[in-house]
């Protein structure tokens, strides 16, 4: 039981001289933010679930795809349908193009906020209503390659989102 703990104290001492040292393999392996390892895609698909509030208050199931366009900057498309109900229930459909800025795009935090804007449209009552979004965006930890996320914002009225997105290894 000594000469295990004699072991582990000379190899943890002679590993931190080399560290100290900057040289020896230990120094190659540290990976930084800067520069993180290339993942294969850049396209990652989402499952969502919107609700609108204000004058036509709606739910919608959805679907969309969020590109990365840096490593701060996600763009995303989307695309929802669902009962409205305003007077009376009737189906109703609606578009996203948003663009949000990531707050911790390496995953050094465990809750990863991001905050963007864009535009979108609303069909209903045989209209389609175009209108600016505001939003904030949360993101929790990553399971199986997938993250739940969660989306509070103005745009056509209060809106809150709920859902998860596909993510990368390395990045949000």
């Known amino acids: 039981m000594a000469s295990q703990a004699l072991r582990a104290l000379s190899t943890s001492i002679a590993a931190a001289v080399l560290l100290l040292a900057g040289g020896g393999p230990l120094h190659a392996q540290v990976w930084t933010p800067a520069e993180p390892p290339a993942d294969t895609s850049s396209v990652r698909p989402e499952l969502r679930l919107d609700g609108f509030g204000g004058r036509a208050a709606a739910v919608h199931a959805g679907a969309g795809i969020s590109v990365r366009a840096g490593n701060y900057v996600r763009v995303g498309l989307n695309a929802g349908g669902g009962p409205s109900f305003r007077d009376s229930v009737r189906n109703v459909a609606h ?4 663009a949000r ?3 911790d795009p390496f ?3 465990r809750i990863g906020v991001s905050l963007g804007g864009g535009v979108g449209a609303r069909h209903q009552d045989d209209r ?3 209108f600016a979004l505001l939003f904030v965006d949360a993101e929790a930890g990553r399971s199986s390659g997938w993250m739940p996320f969660m989306r509070v914002g103005v745009g056509s009225g209060a809106r809150v989102t709920a859902g998860i997105r596909r993510t990368a290894t390395f990045y949000r």
């Open 107 to 109: 995953r050094q935090q």
């Open 128 to 130: 389609l209503r175009a």
């Open 101 to 103: 800025f990531m707050v």
């Open 95 to 98: 578009a996203d193009l948003t």
